[in-house]
């Protein structure tokens, strides 16, 4: 990958001032940054943060990234978890570039199974040749994994083909309106 920097957009609320600097800096390091302080856009949320990394999600990325640096950013995001307690109180939305676009929600209530989907987030990469083969489904230009709680695992929970968007629902893919 190339050292020129490329534009991150990292778009937030609820979040102070200090854990947005931290996690500026680490991206920083890498990116160059489009932050923006949005209006609240999901009331179930004391937080969010919305992350656009302009590469696709694979190993070259963390290798590129590195995984220190990585390491650094979940941790934070484990450390805001923390301070917040249980509920609807931190979501994160990692959104990667590429063909298709692959995106990560995190809204897992519980501390524990939080900090468990953001330990198994790079590990999708694993998975994600098998998990991208759909033998239905043509031109998907975008996924978005959320992490199920009951099978500690994430799960490819809404996918985005021929402008339409396909929800997975009880492991059926039903069309829903965009």
Request: aromatic fraction near 16%; hydrophobic fraction near 40%.
């Amino acid at each position: 990958m190339s050292e020129d920097f490329l534009c991150a957009d990292l778009n937030h609320y609820g979040v102070s001032p200090w854990e947005i600097e931290v996690i500026y800096g680490l991206l920083a390091e890498r990116f160059k940054i489009q932050q923006n302080e949005i209006a609240e856009q999901d009331p179930n949320f004391v937080s969010v943060i919305e992350l656009s990394i302009p590469l696709s999600f694979n190993e070259e990325f963390f290798k590129w990234f590195e995984y220190h640096r990585w390491d650094k950013i979940k941790y934070i995001f484990k450390e805001m978890k923390r301070r917040r307690g249980k509920k609807n109180s931190l979501k994160i939305d990692i959104n990667f570039s590429g063909i298709p676009k692959i995106g990560f929600s995190l809204d897992v209530e519980e501390k524990d199974g939080f900090d468990n989907a953001l330990e198994k987030l790079d590990f999708v990469i694993e998975l994600l040749s098998f998990h991208l083969n759909f033998e239905n489904v043509e031109d998907v230009s975008k996924v978005i994994y959320k992490f199920d709680t009951e099978t500690r695992k994430w799960k490819m929970h809404t996918l985005f083909a021929n402008n339409k968007r396909f929800v997975l629902v009880n492991n059926v893919w039903k069309i829903t309106p965009i």
